[in-house]
């Protein structure tokens, strides 16, 4: 359930690189830029020597890890602090530091040009909503936490974009990936959890969340999710809100 948990939030990061339009852009072009610096010689050296300049010291983008989503995220706050130096690069030293073809989009990019006007401003805002996530990534990944914290973490990372989205209106779209990737997981195992008196015997229960999984965040891992639902009979039960009851998994 741990590593399905921190799957199913690296997905959620694959989906706002994918499926959003704001998100989107600022993933793509925080990659575009991470691509740029570190495979483009003349780039990197501009822009280390500007990092000198400007902070005494040169400064790494990340480079890409495609199988690790969150990684996107790295790359946009290396780049949004070294945003002064970007500028420089591409204000001062840009005859001789752009190569390639990718120069002109890079250029575009750091300046906020046509399409990339809302760059910057998004980028903020994407470093404003999604550490949580990386953060719940990690812990699921290193902590093995018990399943009520599990259960906790997600309820508190659909606030966390519910505040977001108070706050920026015109932003909206976060909340709805979460909702299609993550939430239907979250009410799964608020049923798996369910301590209705009125509710099936345990073995018509377990086939029915069996039958539900379906596409969710724990399909593939039937072994896991039988442990799970095991637990009903053998370990302490908690109270979930709104009354019903979950159980303690150590």
Request: some cysteine; aromatic content about 8%.
């Amino acid at each position: 359930m741990y590593g399905t948990g921190a799957h199913g939030l690296s997905l959620f990061f694959k989906d706002a690189a994918s499926k959003l339009g704001w998100t989107k852009g600022v993933v793509e072009a925080v990659l575009h830029m991470s691509l740029t610096v570190n495979g483009g010689e003349r780039i990197r050296a501009a822009l280390q020597s500007a990092q000198v300049a400007v902070f005494g010291k040169p400064r790494a983008i990340t480079v890409h890890a495609p199988t690790r989503f969150a990684v996107q995220l790295m790359i946009g706050k290396d780049v949004m602090r070294s945003k002064e130096a970007f500028f420089k690069v591409v204000c001062n030293d840009w005859e001789s530091a752009s190569d390639g073809e990718r120069a002109a989009e890079f250029r575009n990019t750091v300046l906020a040009n046509g399409e990339h006007s809302k760059f910057w401003d998004h980028l903020a805002r994407y470093i404003e909503a999604m550490p949580p996530f990386s953060d719940a990534i990690h812990q699921l990944e290193g902590d093995r936490p018990m399943l009520s914290q599990v259960y906790d973490v997600l309820v508190q990372l659909r606030s966390h974009l519910e505040d977001f989205e108070k706050r920026h209106p015109t932003l909206k779209g976060l909340k709805a990936l979460y909702d299609q990737r993550i939430n239907a997981a979250v009410k799964l195992i608020e049923e798996v959890y369910a301590g209705k008196p009125d509710s099936p015997s345990y073995e018509e229960r377990k086939e029915q969340i069996k039958r539900k999984v379906g596409s969710l965040m724990l399909s593939g891992i039937p072994s896991e999710l039988e442990y799970l639902m095991d637990t009903l009979t053998t370990r302490k039960e908690m109270e979930l809100p709104g009354g019903g009851k979950r159980v303690e998994v150590p």
